[in-house]
């Protein structure tokens, strides 16, 4: 140390109320211990929600539709969503894109060829092309063509395959058979009808229907339907997140439902935050506390060496030479405090990590840059704080 | 580095000294760099008073002191401080050591208080020495006799570089043959920094070569 701040040391008597300063570091690792728990607990968990499932798909899809309740059933109207309500939706923060279901209003009949004796009514939905998960060449459709593309829900083709195939006798088939299949498709409204050969280019996890391309729903609603504006009963929505809590709120406010598979995730999540929140609102308190403390430390120093410091101002300290002095004093205090807690929430990471691996949870047993960034934040906020009080009642 | 007062006079004091003849209240005076200069000042007409106008720690009064051709005032906090540690030093009448340290201690914080000391610590002891001070160098300061305080105020003043050396009485409780001592050391490191001093006491004195006297 330099021998000036040597001899300043036997001047300036900071050993006064050493168990203040004491309570103001504990305080303060305290406070930076939760900030950065509550800081670190936020990136696990977003690691485990969207860490590996979600690796390849930045955005989710959603069906929404209307609870059918007792008092709605016979009127379908009541179902359907207005244009202002598709609006509505897609304003909302947390939808990237929204797109109405569009359901056939017309008979559909499929006949399997050959040995398959296979004959069925229908219906066919169509969403935006954007929305398709196949990209598949074949997904169009002009008028002309015999050939329609469609895509199956897996779910149907699991359905058929393991529950109705077996009971009935019948052969199961893989997705490339049915794929090569080609399926009679009769669509008709009273004596108009017409023929075509459906081909089905696809699988779709995301939204469980039979879904034609839009171009030839739009054709075929228009030459067989009921001539009335097709009025919606499902939407789809696109969103990044779909656990998200105000979308789930958003979809109850409104009575919309829609698969809760995938929404299970936004109350877990509700509640995690809220933990998380009262966390960090309890550092955050604490840390102003001890920001308090500390500054009320070097008030009561400068104050009890008044006389000190006045007589070292008239024999030609600098007022810098003070601050820097006094700084120093404080500075290790809180470095040190701030390792400390790093280190701790580290360990901390580090068992989680192991301690949730046992259960194949991955979260990485690193503290994530987000509690770098805060460790760092509140440490210059600590050295802000205390340099302004030293500079505040120096003068 | 110059020293101009103009018409300088303490508002406290305004009325008693306006009534009497005096060298520097309500005059113009230019301290000019290296002079040796003496104030003799019965008690009462601000002696303490001035020495402090001029170190710039009272500011209650008309008129200016300028110091290189600015007003004390326009100086910030921090040039004041670099002028206190290189150009200006002090011998305060009431001394100002710190009790907590030793006389070492005392004399070492002005020494390594600015960026390059003025003497080495063989030097400071060759000045106690001189002084007869080497005995209470490690004692501290609350225990020394009034007489050895101000030797060692006089050496704390004498270790920093300066181009102006302040003093208040400084022989006030001292024998003659400290006296001698004391200024002889005085105006040699006077001498070998090039700087000057302004000396306030009571009477006449022979300690120093003055240049110029003044009569408060």
């Known amino acids: ?395 | 580095m110059q020293i101009q007062l103009s018409h300088l006079v303490p508002l406290p004091l305004r009325d008693k000294l306006l009534q009497r003849a005096s060298d520097i209240w309500n005059k113009d005076v230019t301290f000019s760099p290296g002079s040796f200069v003496k104030i003799k000042a019965p008690s009462g007409t601000g002696k303490t008073t001035l020495v402090h106008y001029l170190y710039h720690i009272r500011y209650d009064y008309a008129g200016k002191v300028m110091v290189n051709g600015k007003p004390w005032q326009d100086y910030n906090k921090s040039a004041l401080a670099a002028i206190r540690q290189q150009q200006v030093s002090i011998i305060f009448q009431d001394l100002r050591l710190f009790d907590q340290l030793t006389a070492w201690e005392n004399i070492e914080l002005k020494r390594v208080m600015g960026p390059a000391p003025a003497c080495t610590a063989e030097q400071v002891q060759e000045m106690a020495a001189r002084l007869q001070v080497t005995h209470v160098l490690q004692q501290s300061a609350r225990t020394l006799s009034y007489g050895e305080r101000q030797r060692i105020a006089i050496i704390r003043a004498l270790v920093q570089p300066f181009k102006w050396l302040l003093m208040d009485e400084p022989f006030s409780h001292l024998d003659e043959e400290n006296t001698r001592r004391a200024a002889a050391l005085i105006a040699e490191t006077c001498k070998t920094q090039q700087a000057g001093f302004v000396l306030t006491d009571l009477d006449d004195d022979v300690h120093f070569n003055y240049d110029v006297q003044y009569q408060l």
């Not at chain 1, 081909?199 to 229907?209: A, E, L, N, P, T």
């Open chain 1, 1 to 395: 140390m330099h021998p000036f701040f040597q001899l300043l040391k036997k001047i300036i008597q900071t050993g006064i109320g050493k168990s203040r300063l004491l309570m103001a570091t504990a305080g303060l690792g305290i406070a930076m211990v939760l900030l950065l728990i509550a800081i670190q607990a936020h990136t696990n968990f977003y690691q485990l929600l969207y860490g590996r499932q979600n690796q390849n798909e930045s955005a989710d899809f959603l069906v929404v539709n209307k609870k059918i309740t007792n008092a709605m059933m016979g009127q379908s109207d009541k179902s359907m969503f207005t244009a202002e309500e598709l609006q509505t939706i897609k304003q909302q923060s947390f939808v990237e894109a929204a797109g109405y279901i569009t359901s056939s209003q017309f008979k559909v009949t499929a006949a399997a060829p050959g040995e398959l004796q296979f004959y069925t009514d229908m219906f066919f939905e169509s969403v935006p092309d954007s929305f398709i998960d196949v990209k598949n060449e074949e997904w169009k459709w002009q008028e002309g063509d015999g050939v329609i593309p469609i895509i199956l829900p897996n779910d149907f083709l699991n359905l058929y395959n393991f529950g109705f195939a077996l009971s009935q006798d019948l052969p199961q088939v893989s997705q490339e058979t049915v794929k090569n299949l080609p399926v009679k498709i009769t669509v008709s409204r009273g004596l108009l009808s017409s023929q075509f050969t459906g081909h089905i280019v696809g699988f779709s996890d995301r939204i469980s229907s039979f879904l034609v391309p839009a171009a030839f729903m739009d054709w075929a609603n228009n030459r067989y339907g009921n001539g009335k504006a097709a009025a919606p009963s499902r939407i789809v929505i696109k969103t990044s997140d779909p656990a998200n809590p105000t979308l789930v709120k958003f979809l109850d406010d409104h009575g919309y439902t829609t698969n809760q598979d995938k929404i299970k995730y936004s109350k877990t999540k509700l509640i995690v935050q809220t933990i998380v929140s009262v966390i960090g609102f309890f550092g955050i308190v604490l840390l102003l506390f001890a920001l308090l403390v500390f500054s009320m430390f070097i008030q009561l120093i400068i104050a009890s060496c008044k006389k000190e410091i006045q007589l070292l101002v008239m024999l030609g300290t600098a007022p810098a030479q003070l601050r820097r002095y006094l700084l120093r004093q404080f500075v290790p205090l809180y470095v040190v405090t701030g390792i400390v807690a790093v280190l701790l929430v580290a360990v901390l990471q580090w068992v989680a990590a192991r301690a949730l691996a046992a259960h194949e949870m991955v979260v990485s047993p690193w503290p994530g840059i987000g509690m770098w960034i805060a460790a760092a934040v509140v440490l210059l906020l600590v050295y802000f704080v205390n340099n302004r009080t030293i500079r505040k009642y120096l003068d």
